[in-house]
């Protein structure tokens, strides 16, 4: 089975930073691609940030671009995702999903249960 | 980046109900579109992707079609666990993006 089990979100005051975590098992988790995507209360979701399964070119949202860094550690079954600059704007939950191919740009076919960011001042 | 655009935003409906959502696209996707269930406090769950192919695991009266830029998802014989926000989602294009969502409600 399919797990994937985010943590780290917090409580952050703007221009502060947090890193998540995601561990995954189930699979073969080096072969699949895996993205970090975010949703706003009452807002749909928001892909953030992908990377390949053999940890090759790293992409980003616009919005993320040079405050957020996406990695993996295929040896720990682990994603990660280094968030620094906060903004309110980032405020959301943020799921981890797991890719359906070792590359990314297409669809998730398994996610997390989430975890929460909030950036207040 | 492509901009998706559901409708309607909500509506009520009855088990037992056939109901239709669609998603238009802002600009051509072929058939690169994948649909999601949320129900509240969740992850999204993958449905339908390639526009009308079924994830495994999903029951058969959940359907997808449309190709271009107008998709539709339809729900025959509505359930109880049916009751939730429904998105789709286009990989054609780079950012991939989600539309805003269509609620349905129970009646």
């Known amino acids: 089975e399919v797990q994937l089990l985010e943590s780290g979100g917090a409580l952050v005051q703007p221009g502060g930073s947090l890193r998540l975590s995601c561990v995954a098992s189930?699979?073969?988790?080096?072969?699949?691609?895996m993205s970090w995507v975010r949703q706003a209360p009452g807002r749909g979701p928001e892909w953030v940030s992908a990377?390949?399964?053999?940890?090759?070119?790293?992409s980003y949202a616009d919005s993320v671009k040079g405050r957020f860094t996406i990695s993996r550690d295929n040896s720990k079954n682990t994603l990660y995702l280094q968030m620094d600059s906060l903004r309110a704007e980032d405020t959301a939950v943020y799921y981890c999903?797991?890719?359906?191919?070792?590359?990314?740009?297409?669809?998730?076919?398994?996610w997390g249960q989430g975890t929460l960011v909030t950036v207040f001042s | 980046a492509i901009r998706l655009t559901q409708s309607p935003s909500s509506f009520s409906a009855s088990t037992g109900d056939r109901v239709t959502i669609t998603c238009r696209a802002s600009?051509?996707?072929?058939?690169?579109l994948a649909w999601y269930q949320q129900k509240p406090g969740k992850a999204p769950n993958l449905l339908i992707y390639?526009?009308?192919t079924l994830q495994s695991g999903v029951p058969s009266r959940f359907s997808g079609s449309g190709s271009g830029t107008d998709f539709t998802l339809t729900i025959t014989w509505l359930q109880s666990e049916d009751f939730a926000t429904y998105y789709c989602?286009?990989?054609?294009?780079?950012?991939?993006?989600f539309g805003q969502g269509t609620k349905v409600e129970i009646k």
């Open positions: 600009q051509h996707v072929s058939g690169y």
């Open positions: 189930g699979f073969d988790f080096s072969s699949y691609a």
């Open positions: 989602q286009q990989y054609y294009g780079y950012p991939r993006t």
């Open positions: 999903a797991k890719e359906v191919l070792g590359v990314s740009d297409y669809y998730f076919d398994y």
């Open positions: 990377i390949s399964g053999r940890n090759f070119g790293p």
């Open positions: 390639g526009a009308s």
